[in-house]
């Protein structure tokens, strides 16, 4: 079963993109620069990570197998990007009672924000 | 013209739905002897003939692993009926043709029903019907069962092959195999005791090291022959299970002329069960579930402690006699409030775990670890036990009552317990909130102590089998369910089900423990000065009868009365901590603990001891010896790990 060639392109061109993006974050946060250190938070994005660029090249070869990868890898993206917001709104609550200082946002909720174009595109392609 | 017909394939295939349609109304059930597993008997009378219809258990395989593949096999080989008539779900041939060869191998008088057979028509497949039937050498009927579609033709068929024998034919397994069935079969045609069963299959099923088998040649005068003969092939299991599945490889190749389209669900699959991505994918999850579970919650429990740590204020400021306002106080409001400030993260576990059960993910979690569990010697469902462990160890323990061989149950329920129930999450979270300043970390230490649970029991459960044991896990069967997109709903009422009994049971007993340990630690109430000074407690005395055993650890005699009482339960560990130390748990495991000899606590936590509960449990279930192996071993792994972090940190520097 084969996709369009643009839609492959695009799909292929977003996933390459999410790829780094993941990559970046999950290296600084294995290592504490500049975010907060998150040894397993920075291992799950290098799983994100590789999943997008495993599905690369089939997407290109305008297979669904391709495909798979990038849904699975959007999945985990906005698991992770909805869970850290559920946690970040609890800070705010314990913020607006005055139990805590105001929480910073993880940057994984912004990652998930960039990943939603693509959940979006994939849906439409699908369907 | 009278005739016994058997309906037998897979579960879930539409098999009673088709035996309904044949039989009508004139259904009875009834029990098999000295089982509780029910067959189905019904009659039909069809083109003249009269057939009693048997509906068998459904099963994967006719190899003898659960008491429902026995029963079928049973019943086809030695009640050996008529017509044997194997119900395929056309849209996964390879996993119900399985069974379909096993069949074929018995010399059954074989109709193959491909039921779902619009589900496959709408999927885009194109099966050859009449190519199926010439490879298999039986008549094969497509039916809908649902709605009836192709029942005539399969009552032709079945009143059809009554009146004849089919068309034998035998796949090869490779000329290995075959040259050892060929002996095995020259043997076996000796024995006169042999004389009822297939040679073919029994020699295939003595290869495989079938037990129910292995234990009916015990008496023949063969036996050694036989078994020095099929030694031959290594794994024999594993390889004639390989082989079938390469012939049904070979079959679908020819039969199948257009493949279903990829659903969403097998795009799915295909990342989420990927042999590289698999388990990274489900680590990744875990600790997404564990971090909602930690830091999610924490703000609520952070709120719920400010508002007891208030009224406890309250009370000791109002209440003029200092017992009764100490014991309202550090007794009663401490109590409740170490319960309560528990629920938030408590609730979210079970909350994610249930998003990750009602999406369809749980089923392939187990899929996926089989790969690995296999290789340690565990079987596929002990991961479902397992993975119910992480609630509460009994349930864990209960589910592996599904393992059908003994001794792979026994090494799971003897496992179970180094799973980090949620009673053990309180203790975590507290030591691991206080130690580490950083949520971030916080949230990893909580999450390492269950990947250390499962390293612990993969360990221990190699040194079962290996030392306790022996022997091999057989293969790992499930029916995956639909992905579906979890309710929300659905998610709260299970949250709520299962976390009910940490606010009853749990609840109840670290309220009980909480006032126990507050009398322990404030009475003689003179030498302790109304319970500030506590080092003239009781709890003192026993606190320092335990001390010696722990201080190489650098725990004090605060730790290890925690632990005496975490021997009843484990959520008694953190009602103690609360007890004493006042309305501040927190400040006062900060000075108990570095974050070396705290991380060191919470994995001796994790593993020291199952719980009264559970032990009582294991009792049941495993017995005596076996319960008493898992004490002691527990026990003594508690101290060995809990020594070797120690160690190591302070080999890094650690303090």
């Known amino acids: ?127 | 013209m009278k005739a016994k017909v058997a309906f037998i394939g897979n579960p879930n295939v539409g098999k009673t739905e088709l035996f309904n349609r044949l039989t009508g109304q004139h259904q009875h059930v009834g029990n098999w002897p000295g089982v509780t597993v029910e067959k189905k008997v019904g009659r039909c009378v069809c083109y003249g003939n009269e057939l009693e219809i048997v509906d068998l258990p459904g099963t994967y395989s006719l190899t003898a692993y659960s008491i429902d593949e026995l029963i079928a096999r049973n019943f086809i080989i030695e009640e050996k009926p008529d017509v044997v008539v194997d119900i395929i779900d056309s849209t996964n041939l390879e996993r119900n043709l399985y069974l379909t060869l096993s069949l074929l191998e018995t010399d059954a008088n074989v109709v193959v029903a491909l039921n779902m057979w619009d589900i496959a028509r709408n999927k885009g497949m194109e099966i050859d019907v009449k190519k199926l039937e010439e490879l298999l050498g039986v008549p094969v009927v497509t039916t809908v069962a649902i709605t009836g579609e192709g029942v005539e033709k399969l009552k032709e068929a079945i009143v059809k092959a009554t009146k004849g024998k089919r068309r034998k034919i035998e796949w090869s397994y490779g000329k290995d195999v075959e040259e050892v069935i060929r002996e095995l079969q020259e043997i076996i045609s000796k024995d006169e005791k042999f004389k009822d069963y297939p040679s073919r299959w029994l020699a295939i099923k003595i290869i495989e090291g079938d037990e129910e088998i292995i234990k009916k040649i015990e008496g023949s005068k063969y036996k050694d022959e036989l078994l020095k003969i099929a030694s031959r092939i290594k794994d024999g299991e594993t390889v004639i299970a390989e082989r079938r599945y390469k012939i049904i490889g070979k079959i679908i190749e020819e039969v199948l002329k257009k493949e279903e389209e990829w659903s969403f669900s097998d795009m799915l699959d295909h990342v989420f069960l990927h042999p590289i991505f698999g388990i990274p994918i489900f680590l990744a999850l875990m600790y997404a579930a564990f971090q909602f579970t930690f830091s999610f919650s924490q703000p609520f429990s952070d709120m719920i402690n400010a508002f007891f740590s208030w009224l406890g204020e309250i009370a000791k400021n109002n209440i003029s006699n200092a017992m009764m306002a100490s014991f309202i106080s550090d007794a009663v409001l401490a109590g409740v409030g170490s319960v309560l400030v528990f629920v938030p993260p408590i609730f979210s576990l079970f909350f994610a775990l249930s998003l990750l059960e009602n999406s369809g993910y749980l089923a392939r979690a187990a899929v996926v670890m089989d790969r690995v569990m296999h290789k340690i010697g565990l079987h596929g469902k002990s991961i479902i036990s397992m993975i119910m462990g992480f609630g509460c160890n009994i349930p864990g323990i209960l589910a592996a009552r599904t393992i059908e061989n003994k001794r792979d149950r026994i090494i799971t329920v003897m496992i179970n317990p180094l799973m980090s129930c949620s009673a053990r999450l309180p203790v975590y979270i507290l030591i691991a909130g206080v130690i580490f300043k950083n949520s971030a970390i916080a949230g990893a230490a909580v999450f390492s102590m269950y990947l250390l649970g499962i390293a612990l029991a993969i360990i221990m459960a190699l040194i079962l089998r290996k030392f306790l044991f022996g022997g091999e896990p057989p293969t790992f069967i499930i029916e995956l369910p639909r992905y579906m997109f979890p309710k929300i709903s659905n998610a709260a009422r299970d949250m709520w089900e299962k976390g009910k009994w940490f606010i009853i049971k749990a609840g109840t007993f670290i309220f009980i423990v909480a006032i126990i340990v507050w009398f322990l630690s404030s009475f003689p109430w003179n030498a302790t000065h109304g319970g500030v000074d506590i080092e003239n407690s009781y709890a003192a005395v026993l606190g320092h009868a335990i001390e010696p055993a722990l201080r190489p650890f650098g725990w004090r005699w605060q730790a290890g009365v925690a632990l005496f009482f975490g021997f009843l339960a484990k959520e008694a560990i953190v009602g103690t901590f609360g007890a004493l130390a006042g309305e501040s748990a927190s400040v006062a495991v900060a000075t108990w603990f570095t974050p070396l000899t705290g991380f060191a606590y919470m994995a001796f936590v994790l593993i020291y001891f199952p719980c009264a509960a559970t032990l009582v449990v294991m009792l049941r279930e495993i017995g005596k010896k076996y319960t008493l192996i898992t004490i002691t071993y527990t026990i003594s792994l508690a101290f060995i790990i809990a020594g070797l972090i120690e160690l190591i940190g302070y080999a890094m520097g650690m303090t």
Do not use: N, Q
């Open chain 1, 1 to 127: 079963m084969k996709i369009g060639v643009r839609e492959s392109r695009i799909l292929a061109s977003y996933a390459v993109m999410a790829a780094i993006a993941y990559l970046v974050v999950a290296i600084l946060e294995i290592t504490g620069i500049k975010i907060t250190h998150d040894i397993f938070g920075g291992l799950a994005l290098f799983v994100i990570s590789a999943i997008y660029l495993a599905g690369i090249k089939e997407t290109i070869e305008r297979s669904y197998k391709g495909i798979s990868f990038i849904i699975g890898g959007i999945i985990l993206s906005l698991i992770f990007g909805i869970m850290y917001l559920f946690i970040f709104l609890a800070g705010i609550l314990e913020y607006a009672i005055g139990e805590a200082s105001f929480p910073s946002i993880r940057i994984e909720i912004i990652l998930a924000l960039f990943i939603t174009p693509l959940a979006y595109y994939i849906y439409r392609v699908i369907k």
